[in-house]
């Protein structure tokens, strides 16, 4: 009696757990009839929202975050469409799922122009697929702009080099015509130095004078005592006495007639 028992309440629980599943699965049906309607509509804010509840429902079905990744990718959100196809694909249990989620990855890697991703997505749909013809188109076109943007790349890296050389070379010009100038500048302060010293008659006069007196000095004649008596070196005293008024004479006579200049000037 009491193991009939047992296998009434065991049939009970597995009744009532199939009921549950049923019900669940039949929720998750509603819920992504729901988004796909609104999807449709453009109502992709109801639409993210529907897919949501299926996902709740149930996470390890792929159609879910396919078809929230279908509605990311309309509403231009890249980044989340590509974390919901990726999700999609490692929970897809056929090929064909797969290569729908990988198809839709390339095509997120264009919008974003991300080309050469773009190829290893197509790769990865046409190794589920490789009979669709959108795929091929897809991956042909794909490749051909990652060559494209391979070969804008190198040319912007090469003008870029080029500009930096030239730059180079426009400073190392500039630093070279500044020394020049540097030095062109030092040159000709010194010829002007040599110059205005030339042309100065105050200090041309002055190496005249001091030439005059070391002259003078040097022509003068020095009594050495006792080579004359003292006689003699009075009558000499009297007589450069006698010649210093006369030239003191002349001098001032020559200051009240005026001194008469050259002009002329010195190169």
Known sequence: MKKNRLIFILLINVFLCS???????YNN???LFDGNKFHSKKE????????????????EKSVGHFN???????SSNFDPALRRYFQSQKSSTS???KHKAFHNMGNVYMKKKEYGKAVESYKNALRNNSMDDETRYN??????????????NKNSDSKNKNDKNENKGDKDSESEDKKNNDKNENSNKDQNSEKNDDSNPDAENKKSEEGKDKQDKKQKPKIKEGQLSNEQVKSILEAMSNQE???QEKV????IKGVKLKNEKDW
């Open 95 to 97: 090929k064909s799922e």
């Open 29 to 31: 049906e509603n819920k």
């Open 68 to 74: 929230l990744g279908n509605t990311h990718f309309k």
């Open 139 to 152: 991956f042909a076109l794909a490749k051909e702009l990652l060559e494209k943007q391979k070969q804008e």
């Open 252 to 255: 001032n006579k020559s200051k």
């Open 19 to 25: 009921i549950s599943l049923k019900s669940q699965e």
């Open 245 to 247: 008024k006369d030239v």
């Open 44 to 59: 992709y804010i109801n639409s993210e929202s529907k897919f949501r509840e299926a996902i709740s429902i149930d996470n």
